[in-house]
DNA sequence: GTTAATAGTTAACTAAGTTAATCATTTTTT
DNA sequence: AAAAAATGATTAACTTAGTTAACTATTAAC
């Protein structure tokens, strides 16, 4: 490793462990840091399935159906047969769920308000940039 | 939200993502990657307690000391109780478990890897720099 | 010297993941 | 057109990593 890669391994470690450790605190309402991610995954995305939402966040199938289950049970979301295959279920967010997602700052909300308060523009704008360079070429392998 | 955040906050998102999905897998000989988390984290500072792991980690200290208790009995890692409070045991690295570090490539490891092919020297360190800057922020409050 | 605090562990429990099996539906094969 | 294979979602049984509360031992404080 050079330097240069030993420096940066470090900060990585560093964030890593920072979001590892942090993302799953302050829950509120008894949704956790899990449930929260799919909410807002399936409100930006407007509409989607638990394929593949197991997908996407790399869990089985029966892992996403059963907090898909606790948050339609709650009303954060709600299922919409499909016409075309009736083996499929829509998911979407529910006007409960999306007020969730727009009233309350997630983890990743905190790191981007706070990158804009430390950072630049352009410094923030060059971190968007590498960051998505490295995330491009890790998801190429 | 501006622009410039809007897009940070989804590559943010991506790369978050990508961790929490990929981080866990490829473990080897049964080691998960919390295992090897620890391992390599008391490997790098040379020695440690159970109650300092808890702390670096975000975890209860039973939590620790589960785990901590499978590296004993895998032989990865060694205790030696402190002289001067008989209270504290510290943690090391066996050579076994140096080896495991020195041997396997972590996903901090591949990331870096990753990041050094895709980017140049001069953009390695820039985003080594604004990464530990946002870090630093977040760890500040 | 007794009381309070600290490092670590054990016990009992919870939550989130896993694989295997099942149901309903669609697609493919013959 | 009927039978067989594949697919999306769920349920059941299990595992693992975390939690809090209670305990042991040691040290610090009054």
Redesign the interface.
């Known amino acids: ?2 330097k ?2 030993e ?3 470090e ?13 799953n605190k302050g829950d509120f309402n008894g949704i956790t840091a899990t449930h929260y991610n799919l909410v807002e995954y399936i409100y930006r995305k407007g509409k989607t399935t638990g394929k593949k939402l197991a997908a ?4 089985s199938a029966p892992a996403i159906s059963k907090q898909v289950k606790f948050l339609l049970e709650n009303d954060l979301l709600y299922q919409e047969q499909s016409d075309e295959d009736r083996r499929i279920f829509y998911l979407k967010a529910t006007d409960k769920g999306k007020l969730l997602i727009n009233t309350s700052e997630s ?6 308000k ?6 630049s ?1 352009k ?6 940039l ?10 190429s ?1």
Do not use: H
């Not at 900060?11 to 993302?23: E, G, K, R, S």
């Not at 706070?114 to 950072?119: C, G, M, N, Y």
């Not at 410094?123 to 968007?128: G, K, R």
């Not at 590498?130 to 998801?139: H, P």
């Open positions: 490793m050079t240069a890669q420096r940066f391994f900060v990585f470690t560093d964030f890593q462990c920072y979001i590892l450790a942090n993302m996407d966040f790399g869990i983890f990743r909300g905190q790191v981007t706070q990158a804009s308060t430390v950072l523009k410094e923030l704008e060059d971190l968007t590498l960051l998505g360079k490295v995330l491009a070429q890790m998801k392998l």
